[in-house]
């Protein structure tokens, strides 16, 4: 996947960052088109993976004190709902940053 896109929609999406519902919609359009891109059930699951285990790896560290947020958005644990979506998107980056360091 080309990823030349990239840096504009981070740079537009920080422009939403204090704005979390626009934030959030942005990440949420990107993250169809990334899926939506490659059409296999590996990039699924490993965005799901990504999804869950970067927040369950959020929420240990967030709870042992390493840093705060200011939210309380997903059901009390003190991060931003946009969070899991994130980690699903930095999932799918590392895997094509492997496969193209690799060939």
């Known amino acids: 996947m080309k990823y030349r896109y990239i840096v504009p929609v981070v740079l537009l999406s920080s422009l939403f ?3 979390e519902r626009i934030f959030l919609f942005i990440i949420l359009i990107f993250t169809s088109f990334m899926l939506l891109y ?3 059930k590996e ?3 490993l965005y799901f ?3 869950f285990m970067g927040s369950l790896i ?3 560290f967030i709870t ?3 840093w705060t947020y200011n939210l309380q958005d997903i059901f009390y644990l003190n ?3 946009y969070l ?3 980690w699903g998107i930095t999932a799918l980056c590392f895997i094509e940053f492997y496969k193209k360091i690799t060939n």
Request: proline fraction near 4%; glycine fraction near 12%; hydrophobic fraction near 45%.
């Open 79 to 81: 991060f931003g709902f």
């Open 49 to 51: 993976f990504g999804f």
């Open 17 to 19: 960052l204090r704005e």
């Open 43 to 45: 990039y699924i699951y």
């Open 84 to 86: 899991p979506f994130l």
């Open 64 to 66: 042992f004190g390493a």
């Open 38 to 40: 490659k059409k296999r």
């Open 58 to 60: 959020e929420y240990i």
